[in-house]
Every structure is written in structure tokens, then in C-alpha cells.
């Protein structure tokens, strides 16, 4: 779990996901534990909220990747950027052989 400094404005900060090998994949976001956003394939600059609205709360983010090619690696790059500092990380992960899905898991706390 990342934390991330907000700062004391009204300025979004926002999540990149990026799927990579020429998979595809889900991405569900919560808030708190409840789902606020699911999006297919990858996205970029999705807003989260704001500095101050995400201070003091959480943001998880599941992306399933749907193992669609020979290639058995997943990797997926989360990317969140607006706040005080921004925090860049990457989810790799193989897949068995009879595996369709893998779950690529981050957090972010904001204080």
C-alpha cells in the first residue's frame, strides 16, 4: 500500500493503468472498500478526486488480466499521479498454464 500526501487544494489526482504483453484486462476501483469505477482494457488520467476529498481515505485497485496470448507473463503498471508525490509501480505475475485470469492488486492511502 502506497501513501500518497495530498495536497491542501481542490487538484484531481488520477490513475494510469497500463496492461502490458498484449493482454487485456478489468480494472475495478474502490473507495473504502466500495466499488466506485470498472473499466476495460487501459486507461489513462481516470480522475480519483480531488486533494482534499481524498485526504484520510483509501483507494484499492484490482485489475484482471484475461491471459488472451502463448505469453504466460502478466505485467500491469499503476500509475497515480496529483498529490504531493506520485507513485509509479508495476504488478508482474506469471500464469499457470490453466489459468484465463490473474489479479494484479495496489493501494494507495492518502494522508
Known amino acids: 500500500m502506497a501513501l500518497i500526501k495530498t ?3 481542490n487538484s484531481p489526482i488520477t490513475l494510469s493503468v497500463t496492461i502490458k504483453y498484449g493482454h487485456y484486462g478489468t480494472t475495478t476501483i474502490n473507495l473504502n472498500g466500495n466499488p466506485i469505477k470498472t473499466i476495460g482494457g487501459n486507461f489513462k488520467d481516470f480522475v480519483l478526486g480531488t486533494n482534499n476529498s481524498l ?3 483509501t483507494i484499492s485497485v484490482v485489475t484482471s488480466v484475461l491471459v488472451t496470448n502463448a505469453e504466460l507473463n502478466t505485467e500491469v503498471e499503476f500509475d497515480v499521479v496529483g498529490g504531493e508525490n506520485s507513485d509509479k509501480d508495476t504488478s ?3 500464469a499457470d498454464n ?3 485470469y490473474v489479479p494484479h492488486y495496489n493501494g494507495y492511502t492518502f494522508i
Do not use: E, G, L, Q
Open 7 to 9: 495536497k491542501k487544494d
Open 55 to 57: 485526504k484520510h481515505n
Open 92 to 94: 508482474n505475475i506469471k
Open 98 to 100: 490453466n489459468v484465463n
